[in-house]
C-alpha cells in the first residue's frame, strides 16, 4: 500500500506544505490549514476520504478541517466519513467550523448528518475499513496526542508508525523497539529552539537508532525547511514523496 506526503512542515516552516499524508485513498492524516491546496496540487481524489485522523487540535493539524467539510459539503460528496482524534477532539473541530463559517451556515448541519466523530483513547485500536488497523499511543506534546502504529496484515507489507508532534522520551522506546518498523517522525526539534518541545535528529541518534532495530527506517516530518541527513537509516520526507508501507 501506497502512503503520499501530502506536506512535511511543521507550525513555523519556510514555505513548506503543512505536515499531512494519505494512506491508500481513503485514510487522510491531519487537516492542516492548507490541507485542501495540498489535496489538489498532488490529484488526490478528496471524495474517496473516508477517514480523517488528527493527532492533536493545535491548529497546523486542524485549521483546515472547516474548509475541507466546507468543500465536501459544496460538492455534495455522500456517505459516512470517520473522524478520529483523542478526547475533545470533536467539540473542538465543531466550534473552529462555526467560528469560520457562522451558526446559519448549512455546512454545520451537512456535518451533523455525515460525519462520524470517534474519540479514541490509546491502546484502543481501530479498524480503517476492512483495509488496516490502527493503534494509538501518546506521545509526549504540550496538549494530549496520539500517535499510532499499523501493523503488518494481508494489505500493509511493512509495518508502519506516526510518531506524531512530540519531544523525546525514552517511554517512546516501549511503542518502536519491539519489532521492525518505518516510522514517520515528527523531527522538528532544533539546538536552538527556545524551548525543546519536539524531537530531533540528535535524539534519534543519540537515543532512538542504538535501542531499535537495525532496519527499522526513520522518516522526518513536520519540518521548519526541507533537510538531509548524512544518516543511512534517516531521511527527510518532502511533500510529493511516496513511500511502500
Known amino acids: 500500500m501506497k502512503l503520499k506526503i501530502l506536506g512535511n512542515g511543521g507550525a513555523i516552516n519556510d514555505g513548506l506544505n503543512y505536515n499531512s499524508f ?4 481513503a485514510f487522510l492524516v491531519e ?5 485542501i491546496n495540498s489535496l489538489f496540487q498532488f490529484n488526490i481524489d478528496y471524495k474517496k476520504i473516508k477517514y480523517i485522523y488528527i493527532s492533536h487540535v493545535h491548529g497546523d493539524h486542524c485549521f483546515g478541517f472547516p474548509f475541507l467539510m466546507l468543500r465536501f459539503f459544496f460538492d455534495r460528496v455522500e ?3 470517520q473522524v478520529l482524534g483523542p478526547s475533545g477532539m470533536a467539540v473542538h473541530l465543531k466550534e473552529i467550523t462555526r ?3 457562522g451558526d446559519d451556515h448549512p455546512v454545520n448541519s451537512w456535518i451533523k448528518e455525515n460525519i462520524v466523530f470517534t474519540e479514541i483513547s490509546h491502546s484502543e485500536s481501530v479498524w480503517i475499513g476492512h483495509e488496516f488497523e490502527i493503534t494509538p499511543f501518546p506521545v509526549f506534546h504540550l496538549v494530549e496526542t496520539l500517535a499510532f502504529k499499523i501493523s503488518r496484515n494481508s494489505i500493509i507489507n ?3 508508525i506516526y510518531l506524531a508532534d512530540s519531544k523525546w522520551d525514552d517511554a517512546l522506546l516501549n511503542y518502536i523497539s519491539d519489532r521492525k518498523y518505518i516510522i514517520l517522525c515528527d523531527m522538528n526539534g532544533e539546538p536552538t529552539d527556545p524551548v525543546q518541545i519536539h524531537i530531533s535528529e540528535q535524539d534519534i541518534l543519540d537515543k532512538a537508532l542504538p535501542a531499535i532495530d537495525i532496519d527499522t527506517k526513520v522518516i522526518g516530518t513536520h519540518l521548519k525547511k526541507n533537510k538531509t541527513s548524512q544518516h543511512r537509516r534517516i531521511v527527510y520526507a518532502e511533500s510529493g514523496d511516496e513511500i511502500d508501507i
Do not use: H, R, T, V
Request: aromatic content about 12%; proline content about 11%.
Open 158 to 160: 511493512n509495518d508502519f
Open 31 to 35: 487537516a492542516p490549514p492548507d490541507i
Open 79 to 81: 456517505g459516512e466519513i
Open 99 to 101: 467560528l469560520s463559517f
Open 22 to 25: 494519505i494512506i491508500g485513498d
